[in-house]
């Protein structure tokens, strides 16, 4: 059976590249736990006691570190046009935010630096904009936006 292309939607995902998963990640830090507290155990035994309250101090702080990572390992970015609106999805940390665009009022700047993101624009009367591609490479960003320049109608002059 054919595949019928009109009713596609199109979509982009743009999400962080981890590379480790998290039991991989936690049986690294406990085989830097299981060295460091034997180092500091045979120092210990040797009357130095101030080493092991340093190798404390850097797996904790280690620790701490490795939870940050954790935290943000499956942040993403997700750019849809489906139904006739733009949505656009941020999760960081768990925690997600949408933007919804109307497509005959949104403007797309396509990045000319490295470092500069998409910023996708409201050119309405609320305004609203949200810079995406924090995820992706230059190049992906550059081919993602003018992606969606060219599915985008042009923009309406605000009333």
Avoid: N
């Avoid at 981890?18 to 406990?30: D, F, H, I, K, N």
């Avoid at 470092?115 to 609203?128: M, P, S, V």
């Avoid at 995406?132 to 993602?144: C, D, K, S, Y």
């Amino acid at each position: 059976m054919p595949r019928d292309h009109s009713r596609e939607q199109p979509q982009w995902l743009l999400a962080r590249h981890s590379a480790l998963t998290a039991p991989q990640l936690l049986r690294a830090y406990g085989l830097l736990c299981l060295f460091s507290l034997l180092i500091a155990a045979v120092f210990a035994l040797r009357g130095l006691w101030y080493i092991p309250v340093f190798s404390f101090a850097e797996l904790g702080l280690v620790s701490i570190a490795l939870l940050h990572y954790l935290r943000h390992a499956r942040d993403y970015e997700h750019i849809a046009l489906r139904d006739g609106e733009l949505i656009v999805e941020q999760v960081s940390a768990g925690r997600c935010r949408r933007h919804h665009f109307s497509p005959w009022r949104t403007r797309v700047e396509v990045p000319c630096w490295p470092r500069q993101l998409i910023r996708i624009k409201d050119i309405g009367h609320g305004g609203a904009q949200v810079d995406v591609g924090v995820f992706a490479t230059p190049e992906r960003r550059q081919q993602v936006a003018q992606e969606l320049c060219a599915l985008l109608p042009p923009p309406m002059p605000p009333p």
